[in-house]
């Protein structure tokens, strides 16, 4: 168990870093919004905490894709008007504030899910166009990976060892803690590659789908199921759903590069 924890996600996250650098930003988004992180750590959840804390956890990472997406919408707009730092410091204190208020809402755990939904196609149109004549990426930076490695661990690590205290709700919010969102839009912003920053989330938005069909196939099958024949089921839908999303991007990519 203290292995999954420890290194899981940190290679995970080196892979989506790798795609960065060869694919370019929109399939690196994609990958970035795949359960890459909130799968393991639901899982872990799971076998710690139980099957039903799970469930209500899988419940609760839809409101953490809502302020997903707000995060990613002040990143992109607040990147594109104002220094970089401006748009970091702006879109926590915005990602704070949503989640704070989700976190106080009173509403039923299921209606986040279409909540969650027409947030992630709002967000995708309300992202802004790209740049004309924008300079193209820089070089990736050696420490980048490392970065994201040591911020997946940080994030699997917090959620895990508060599950208990912070309860299942705020547990799979933080799920969709935007960690590779953060750092490597960051990166983007600070050599003002705001381009970059656009297709990154507007890939995150899309391969988001994939998590959010993980997560929905969770709360179907956990009540009914054991956590082993869930967790198959989910990684079977994310699957599924991630064959036809990176399929579509790459069309988006090579339309949008044109």
């Known amino acids: ?7 899981a996600i940190p290679l995970l996250l080196w892979a989506v870093s790798a795609l960065a650098r060869r694919f370019g930003p929109m399939v690196a988004g994609v990958v970035n919004g795949l359960p890459l992180i909130s799968g393991p750590i639901s899982f872990v959840v799971a076998l710690e905490q139980g099957a039903d804390f799970a469930l209500d956890a899988a419940w609760g ?18 990147g594109r008007r ?9 879109s926590f204190a915005v990602y704070a504030a949503c989640a704070c208020l989700a976190g106080v809402l009173s509403l039923p755990q299921p209606l986040w899910a279409p ?7 709002i967000g995708i149109r309300c992202l802004p166009s790209p740049v004309a004549d924008e300079p193209g990426l820089p070089p990736p930076r050696s420490k ?21 205290f912070v309860g299942p709700t705020f547990s799979g919010m933080f799920m969709f803690f ?8 960051g990166y983007f912003l600070r050599a003002r590659c705001v381009n970059a920053v656009i297709f990154l989330f507007k890939g995150t938005f899309w391969g ?5 069909s993980f997560m929905m196939t969770l709360a179907c099958t956990l009540p009914r199921f054991s956590i082993a024949v869930s967790y198959l089921a989910a990684v079977a ?22």
């Open 1 to 7: 168990m203290a292995l999954l924890k420890i290194a």
């Open 61 to 78: 990472a839809y409101p953490g894709m809502t302020c997903l997406v707000v995060f990613g919408l002040c990143y992109a707009h607040f």
């Open 82 to 90: 104002f220094d970089w730092s401006v748009a970091v410091v702006t």
């Open 115 to 121: 909540i969650a939904l027409a947030a992630l196609f």
């Open 144 to 164: 980048g990976p490392y970065l994201q490695m040591a911020g997946g661990a940080a994030l699997m690590t917090f959620i895990t060892l508060s599950a208990q």
């Open 178 to 185: 935007p960690v590779i969102g953060s750092l490597l839009g």
């Open 208 to 212: 988001a789908l994939t998590g959010w």
């Open 237 to 258: 839908a994310a699957l599924s759903m991630s064959a036809v999303l990176v399929m579509r991007t790459k069309k988006l990519n090579r339309r949008e590069q044109k």
